[in-house]
Structure formats: C-alpha cells, structure tokens
C-alpha cells in the first residue's frame, strides 16, 4: 500500500515585515530586512546590551484585518499574531469551515509573555503571612489578562482550534526553536499515517521582553555588536556575533494530495519527509561536529526516499552564532559528502532577514523552502562579506539565485539539542 501524498495549500505569516506571507516573500527577493534599532518597554534607550531586533509593528496591520477577533480577546502578543497567520493560511487554502472539522491543529509556541510588574504583584503586601484564597483572587483580578500569570502555554492552539471549530486532534508543542517545524513535521506524520485528512500546524514567539532577552543575553546567545548596525545579523561571516530575536508567527496547511485535488486546490509544494534528532550535548551548544543536525537531515532524507545527491537548496537554521554556523556546515559536509555534492547545494539563512522567530522560527523558513521549490528562487543570505574558514560553502550572499530546485530541505535547530528536518519537493502532479 502506497503512503499518501502530502501538500501544502494554504500559507500565513506575520513576521518583522508585515502581516502577509506574500509581502514577506517579496520583500526577501529584494534582499530587504526588517532588523532595526530596539529596546525594552520601559527601559531608556541605549541602557540595554541588546540593541537591535526585528519587531512586529502593528502599524502595519492591513485593514481587513482591524476586525480580526485576535483583536478583540484577551491574548498576548505571540497569540494574536499566531492566530492571524493562522487565519490567513486557512483562508489561503480556500478550505470551508465544514471541511476543517475534522482537522488537526499542531502549533508550536514559546514561553508566555512576562511582566515583572505583574509577578511582583503577585507577592507583594502578604506581610510574610500565607495568603490566603480571597486575598489571591483579588490580586488575581488586578493582573493584566494578556500577561504569562493569566495565560496558558497552550493558548494559541486552543483559540484557532476554537475559532475553526476544530474537533480533530489539538495539540500543542514546546521544544524551544526546533518547535514550529516539530510541530508541521508531526502533522505530516499525522496524515501519513491516516489519523486525519487536514492539519494546520506552524507557530508563534516573541521573546522581545526585558525578562527574556535578559535571560538570552546572560547565556550569550543574543548578540550585543553595535558596530554593524541593523547587519549585525551574519549567518556564516567571520564577524557573527549571536543571534537577533524577532517575533511573529507562522502557519501551513497541510492535506492530502487527493483531498488538495479533488476540492480544486493548487498545491504550493510537497512535503516528502521529516527527520528529528537530540544532541544531548550541552543546553546551550549544538555537538562541536554537528552530528545531531546530521542524523536529523538523514533521518528526513531516508523518511523521504530521497538520495542526498537529489537535493538541491538548504534552508539553513544559521543563526549568525559561532557555534551553529560552524556546527550546521559540518553537518552538512557530513550528510553530502559523496561527490562533495554539498559544494553543489545553493544555502540560504533567513534569519538574516527577518531575525529569530524562535520557537516559530522553523514556519516562515518553511514557507520561504516551499515557496523556492515553487518559483525557483532563492531568497539570499545578507551581511556575508567575509565569510568564516568553517564556513565555506555557498550560502547565497546578498542576492536572489534563480535556480531549479525540485527538492530542498529546512532546518531547525533548538536549545537543548533538538534538532529538526523537513525536505520539500516542487509539486508535479504525477510522482516520478
């Protein structure tokens, strides 16, 4: 019994770059960015080690998206932008709310959004007395309800589940920047194995609050450089420095390919396989040799009945850290080492672009793989002027190749040595 074939046919993102997946893709083949000078709310500019970031600004917000119900409930931010590119994959697909019923949601999401003066709310004037239920509830009352005390890890799955009238699997994921491709590549497995017809699946993050980019400055991940402005995100370059936070969300909707025709869908790509690994090499480093990474893009080539030789793009995790960069080009060399095939790959970093989502980082670079294999190009990898020793593949640097790509992968890599691989193939009708 042959595997059903999986298609992508519905897309939504919200990212630095606006509120719609189509304003994103084009602006990424410009070779634009969306990275800018930032500070926490609330603390004086130029006070905070971090200074840049690539922010969702709702002053971008389209009008036909004012009267959203993101808008109008109670949700932290991550929630409201997750919830739209949601929307927007679903109205993309051009499915009915009959024909979601039966859906899957997986959705991928990071740590609930804090504020410091709600914990301290939540302790104070107890004069070292246990509190007691009344005196909880009403602090409770006084907290703000879009804020991490009065909102759920799963919250974003359960208000798009809500909102499409979802009875079928609700399901909700938490494995640090591998998250969102965790959750479209458990989705994929889901239809494969006949468990549904239909999923929606991606994520939403932000950790642009003083709490958590405090924490990501004190593990040296986020990048303090200030001499290259709003570059200083460089994937692969010999100056790179930690990675640039961004935020947003983003979503696909995944069915069958027989369902896909038969209702009239074009399908935008085809996801063949999905691979995922654990380093277990330290929280906070991948495996110096990349064998975690490896073993994931293995696992999902060989899920994918796809010979390494037949790939031909890699959308690349690349962080613009030491570590990853020179981790995931070993990895690579490692998996396309035959014939030197990986000197013949065409590397891209979209983090570049539009920083790190995150724990939703993995659905917009899967929406720009998937949108590759359908037009042929290749968004680039910007601010790579002096590339490293360990890095020395081709990586795209500053523009748009146009070149066929039938099958690609994406990567995602996260903290704690989850690791992640989604290969993706141009959509032909018939099978070769």
């Known amino acids: 019994m042959s595997l059903p074939r999986i298609v992508i046919t519905g897309l939504g993102a919200v990212t630095g770059f606006g509120f719609e997946w189509q304003t994103m893709w084009e ?31 709702n002053r971008q917000l389209p009008d036909y998206l004012q009267d959203h119900p993101a808008w109008q409930t109670p949700l932290e931010k991550r929630s409201r ?35 410091i003066q709600d914990m301290l709310l939540s302790v104070c004037d107890q004069q070292n007395t246990p509190p007691a239920w009344r005196y909880l509830m009403d602090k409770a009352s006084q907290v703000d309800a879009v804020h991490s005390l009065r909102q759920s890890n799963d919250r974003l799955a359960r208000v798009i589940a809500d909102d499409i ?75 790179r420095s930690g990675l640039v936070a961004g935020e947003g969300g983003g979503f696909v909707v995944l069915e069958t390919l027989e369902r896909a025709l038969a209702r009239g869908a074009v399908p935008y790509a085809e996801v063949l396989g999905f691979g995922s690994s654990l380093d277990g090499y330290k929280v906070t480093a991948p495996d110096p040799q990349g064998r975690g990474a490896a073993l994931a893009m293995q696992t999902a080539l060989h899920d994918a009945g796809i010979r390494p030789q037949q790939v031909d793009h890699i959308n690349a995790h690349g962080t613009s850290t030491p570590l990853n960069d020179a981790a995931e080009t070993l990895a690579i060399k490692s998996v396309f ?17 539009f920083g790190h989502l995150i724990a939703a980082a993995g659905a917009p670079e899967l929406i720009i793989t998937a949108l590759a294999c359908k037009h042929d190009r290749i968004t680039p990898t910007l601010n790579l002027h002096d590339a490293a020793t360990d890095c020395d593949l081709d990586y795209c640097a500053h523009q748009t190749v146009n070149r066929r790509v039938d099958v690609a992968l994406s990567n995602s890599f996260g903290f704690g040595g989850l690791n992640t691989c989604l290969v993706v193939g141009k959509y032909q009708e018939h099978a070769e």
């Open 337 to 353: 080492a035959q014939g030197e095939h990986y000197r013949r790959l065409s590397i891209n970093a979209n983090k570049s672009q």
């Open 27 to 57: 602006q990424m083949l410009r070779g634009e960015h969306c990275i800018r000078p930032w500070q926490p709310e609330g603390v004086a500019d130029g006070t905070f080690p971090v200074r840049f970031a690539a922010p969702v600004d």
């Open 81 to 115: 932008w997750g919830w739209v590119a949601a929307s927007q994959a679903i109205t993309d697909s051009g499915l009915s709310p009959a024909q979601l019923r039966d859906a899957a949601v997986l959705c991928a999401s990071g740590v609930p959004a804090h504020n």
């Open 165 to 239: 009238g979802c009875e079928g699997p609700v399901i909700n994921i938490s494995s640090a920047c591998a998250g969102a491709s965790q959750a479209i590549g458990n989705a994929f497995q889901m239809i494969r194995r006949g468990d549904v017809e239909v999923a929606i699946a991606g994520g939403a993050d932000s950790v642009l609050s003083l709490d958590t980019m405090t924490a990501l400055y004190l593990l040296g991940a986020a990048s303090t450089e200030q001499r290259w402005g709003t570059e200083l995100c460089r994937p692969f370059d010999h100056h």
